[in-house]
């Protein structure tokens, strides 16, 4: 099996096998472990803040790769962005509001795009709120031109620097959310990237991984300090060595599924834990209930997913 295939079927598009594969373990992360210790409890969670900074990187680069590299006008991209999730991410922040997470504030900023502006940003959502700006930012940075042909780099490179200053003095004057200094150049290096730099060099991405946990050890021993960062990009050079030697060991129409409803589960999962761990009577909550719980989360978000692009197909024009 070619980690690199594409299923070019009409309900998942041509995807990247890889890059699916790595969607899954994000999201399960997410999901299944950094969110659902505000639920149960998870022991050692706070002490893995690393990882999901190392997790989150890596959505923003596949984010970044999968919508930099698309040849089409400037108002279709927009148009395909917005259809793609802004009702879904409306209904979720409303539904957050029910729940009690948001009040009417965060809902309007989280789908106007304005959240990371006015820090701190909002639960979860943010992360979507935060792509809103990234696509608006897009045709800026993007290396595609409609021709399909390629534009200057260098010029496109000023450009994303000075993008980064200004949202740096944005967030020195207290306006912007830290997660954006952190994000966006992920964001970036995706849009950057080729499908070979992110599939072909497994053995490097390890050995990249392996010499980030020697590095952050032998701070540790000679400072008696832990660096975050380090160990954040060894978990992402770790994705990226997962997500290309995992395929070919099969499973490759589960991991399609998975990361088919991703985006699904991960605006709606806190909603849909609130209904079974928010509930009036007492549940005893042991492993089988948690695990019928994080099942559910990604059996509704793939028949949500489906049947929100039957909804598209049927009732907006596709761009």
């Given at each position: 099996m070619?980690v690199?295939?594409r299923?070019?079927?009409?309900?998942?598009?041509?995807?990247i096998?890889?890059?699916?594969c790595?969607?899954?373990?994000?999201v399960?992360?997410?999901?299944?472990?950094?969110?659902?210790?505000d639920y149960v409890?998870?022991?050692?969670?706070?002490?893995?803040?690393?990882?999901t900074i190392?997790?989150?990187?890596?959505?923003?680069v596949?984010?970044?790769?999968?919508?930099?590299?698309?040849?089409v006008s400037?108002?279709?991209?927009?148009?395909?962005?917005?259809?793609?999730?802004?009702?879904?991410?409306f209904?979720?922040?409303?539904l957050?509001?029910?729940?009690?997470?948001?009040v009417i504030?965060?809902?309007?900023?989280?789908?106007?795009?304005?959240?990371?502006f006015?820090?701190?940003?909002?639960?979860?959502?943010?992360?979507?709120?935060?792509?809103?700006?990234?696509?608006?930012?897009?045709?800026?940075?993007?290396?595609?031109?409609?021709?399909?042909?390629?534009?200057?780099?260098?010029?496109?490179t000023?450009?994303?620097?000075i993008?980064?200053?200004?949202?740096?003095v944005?967030y020195w004057l207290g306006?912007?959310?830290v997660?954006?200094?952190?994000?966006?150049?992920?964001?970036?290096?995706?849009?950057y990237?080729?499908?070979?730099?992110?599939?072909?060099y497994?053995?490097?991405?390890?050995?990249?991984?392996?010499?980030?946990?020697?590095?952050d050890?032998?701070?540790?021993?000679?400072?008696?300090?832990?660096?975050?960062?380090?160990?954040a990009?060894?978990?992402?050079?770790?994705?990226?060595?997962?997500?290309?030697?995992?395929?070919?060991l099969?499973?490759g129409?589960?991991?399609?599924k998975i990361?088919?409803a991703?985006?699904f589960a991960?605006?709606?999962?806190?909603?849909?834990?609130?209904?079974m761990?928010?509930?009036?009577?007492?549940i005893?909550?042991?492993?089988?209930?948690i695990?019928?719980c994080?099942?559910?989360?990604f059996?509704?978000s793939y028949?949500?997913?489906?049947?929100?692009?039957?909804?598209?197909?049927?009732?907006?024009?596709?761009?």
């Open positions: 070619e690199v295939a299923n070019s079927s009409p309900k998942y598009g041509k995807r096998l890889s890059f699916d790595i969607r899954c373990i994000c399960f992360w997410v999901i299944a472990f950094w969110h659902l210790g409890e998870i022991r050692g969670r706070d002490s893995l803040e690393y990882v190392g997790v989150l990187g890596m959505f923003s596949l984010s970044g790769y999968l919508v930099g590299h698309k040849n400037i108002m279709n991209f927009y148009l395909a962005r917005l259809k793609r999730f802004l009702i879904p991410l209904i979720a922040a409303f957050f509001r029910l729940s009690g997470y948001y504030e965060n809902v309007f900023l989280v789908v106007s795009g304005l959240d990371m006015f820090p701190p940003a909002s639960m979860t959502l943010w992360y979507f709120s935060m792509l809103i700006v990234l696509y608006a930012l897009t045709p800026l940075l993007s290396i595609e031109s409609k021709n399909g042909t390629k534009v200057i780099i260098i010029e496109r000023i450009i994303a620097i993008i980064y200053l200004v949202f740096f944005l306006h912007l959310d997660r954006m200094l952190i994000y966006y150049p992920c964001y970036v290096l995706g849009i990237s080729s499908v070979e730099y992110l599939t072909k497994q053995i490097f991405y390890l050995l990249g991984a392996i010499g980030c946990v020697f590095v050890l032998l701070i540790g021993q000679i400072f008696f300090i832990s660096i975050m960062w380090i160990r990009f060894g978990v992402f050079l770790l994705l990226l060595f997962l997500g290309n030697i995992l395929p070919k099969g499973g129409y589960l991991y399609r990361a088919y991703s985006m991960y605006i709606f999962h806190r909603p849909l834990y609130y209904l761990f928010k509930m009036p009577f007492p005893c909550y042991d492993k089988i209930y695990l019928g994080i099942l559910v989360v059996i509704v028949y949500l997913q489906r049947y929100y692009d039957k909804f598209l197909g049927l009732f907006i024009r596709k761009t």
